[in-house]
């Protein structure tokens, strides 16, 4: 297959995906979700479960995004350096992008900074943003698309500490960002937590930290006993659903980590909400593709098509 | 059983209602955010609908515009940004039933108490759920502030799950929750700051 033949089919195949991952949430959060709407006792609390379980439904008999504010996409992706096609990657994808914000649709959320204006199309100055990983053995391409919606972007912060604020300044890092702004993205959230050298690398990894799959920990026995502290403090503050008084403001809170300068302790937090778009799509050397965030994907794919095949 | 609102709402219908109380809408609702406001509060213009005993939603819809207009999606925008005229605008139009996304201010709560009305949320992220009780669109006022901002006229069947956040007496569930939430943190951290208090020692080799 050349190059051109490559990029129309995972241009193709990645505009279905999209609107598979709009309109549907990850199996892994369904059932976090449900577990979640199980520990809430009062009424209004039932009450907003029962409405995003409704929603969610409706979202998927009707095919359209589950929640209107589809954001803006991000692909974080694993690439092997056998894998064919890397060249046409990042083309094929905003293609993808520019084609589902018509066929899905998408909102059109996109303003490029300085022109002020709605690119219409949700392809912008380095929109959609791609982060890259490369596996030296591999010849297959990992994709993770995350909608980043505009509510749960706005609570997310890096900063660099001293080491004598100590371990505790992540601690109030994170119930800062919950607790302030957090509390109007949503939850239940899930909580990235990045440490790293600096504020921009603790922030990459906070969002790596939220795109794990959900209850995965930390190698560190340590870091997996911060997590699972983290999660339980943030559920007895009262939040609930929407911010609005009840049990579980978080769904998990995940911890990622690198090395660090002895002088710094730099914590990124970065929140992801109930409607937590995250899917993944596994691309083999010839483009066969598996789908193991959704357990009808199959199904969905079959059914849809994408613009070029209409 | 549900508690159903049914336009014109009268201030009866809506005096006993407390915050956490849960409704649901039936007749007219209608959208206005930053532009509508604007224009009635600074501009003095007069509101082309009538909002006397109806409501108000802070919406920036998709509509489908044709022959017949078609509501593809709706969800509430966060209504704190129309916190600065709510007030003068509940004084102005007589509107009796406001929803939105997440709380408004005290400003809100005491114009919600003097001028009798309410302000409900709507659960964020759910816009499916919403378009779904919406009938039909009956019309279009300020179409020229663009879609998102005009006053769009919607026909609604139990509209909701509606939360009241505000309510006829001024009380508040936003602003007391994030009273609540600023003490809770101060208890809810420190256990864990305690946990993390002797992470900074070398670990020990293997
Ligand atoms: S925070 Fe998430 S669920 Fe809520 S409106 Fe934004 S994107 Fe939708």
């Known amino acids: 297959m050349n190059n051109e033949e490559a990029k129309k089919i995972l241009s193709s195949t990645m505009e279905k995906f999209i609107g598979l991952a709009a309109t549907h949430l990850p199996d892994d959060v369904l059932a976090k979700l449900e577990e979640c709407r199980a520990k809430e006792t009062n009424e209004m609390q039932k009450t907003l479960y029962d409405a995003y379980f409704t929603n969610l439904e409706l979202a998927k008999k009707l095919n359209r995004p589950c929640c209107q504010d589809t954001g803006l996409m991000h692909f974080y992706m694993t690439v092997g350096a056998k894998f064919p096609y890397i060249g046409v990657i990042e083309e094929a994808l905003s293609d993808a992008v520019r084609k589902a914000t018509f066929s899905v649709p998408l909102r059109q959320n996109t303003v490029n900074y300085f022109d002020e204006r709605n690119t219409g199309d949700n392809v912008g100055e380095r929109i959609p943003w791609f982060h890259w990983e490369i596996e030296p053995d591999r010849d297959d391409l990992e994709v993770i698309a995350y909608f980043a919606g505009g509510g749960c972007c706005l609570p997310g912060n890096a900063k660099v500490f001293k080491p004598s604020d100590g371990y505790a300044s992540i601690v109030k890092a994170v119930f800062d960002t919950v607790s302030d702004l957090g509390i109007n993205a949503c939850p239940p959230l899930i909580v990235g937590v990045g440490l790293g050298t600096n504020m921009e690398n603790a922030a990459v990894l906070s969002k790596k930290a939220y795109l794990r799959p959900l209850g995965t920990h930390h190698r560190h026995p340590k870091a997996a006993a911060l997590e699972d502290a983290l999660k339980d403090g943030l559920n007895k503050m009262g939040i609930g659903a929407q911010g609005m008084r009840g049990n579980i403001a978080a769904m998990e809170v995940h911890i990622e980590s690198s090395g660090r300068h002895t002088a710094d302790i730099a914590v990124g937090v970065n929140v992801a909400c109930y409607a937590h778009r995250r899917g993944v799509i596994r691309f083999n050397s010839d483009l066969s593709y598996e789908i193991p965030t959704y357990k009808d994907a199959e199904e969905y794919m079959k059914n849809s098509k994408s613009t070029e095949e209409n | ?206």
């Open chain 2, 1 to 206: 059983m549900k508690k159903i609102l049914t336009t014109p709402i009268s201030f009866d219908d809506i005096k006993d209602l407390r915050v956490g109380d849960v409704v649901y809408l039936s007749g007219y609702l209608t959208t206005g955010r930053d532009d509508v406001h604007r224009r009635v509060v600074h501009e003095g213009l007069k509101c082309p609908y009538d909002f006397k005993d109806m409501a108000i939603m802070h919406a920036g819809p998709i509509v489908k515009e044709g022959e017949k207009n078609i509501m593809v999606s709706i969800g509430p925008t966060s209504s704190i940004r129309m916190e600065a005229d709510e007030a003068e605008f509940i004084e102005k139009t007589g509107v009796k039933v406001i929803v939105g996304k997440g709380g408004m201010g005290n400003l809100t709560s005491e114009g919600c108490k003097k001028f009798g009305a309410i302000h409900c949320v709507f659960p964020g992220g759910c816009a499916v759920l919403a378009s779904s009780h919406v009938e039909g669109i009956e019309n279009v006022y300020w179409r020229e502030l663009g879609m998102p901002e005009a006053l769009w006229v919607m026909k609604v069947n139990e509209f909701g799950p509606l939360i009241v956040s505000i309510d006829t007496q001024g009380n508040n569930m936003f602003v007391e929750n994030k009273k609540f939430y600023a003490e809770q943190k101060i208890k809810c951290e420190q256990p864990i700051i305690d946990l993390v208090s002797n992470y900074m020692e070398v670990e020990e080799q293997k």
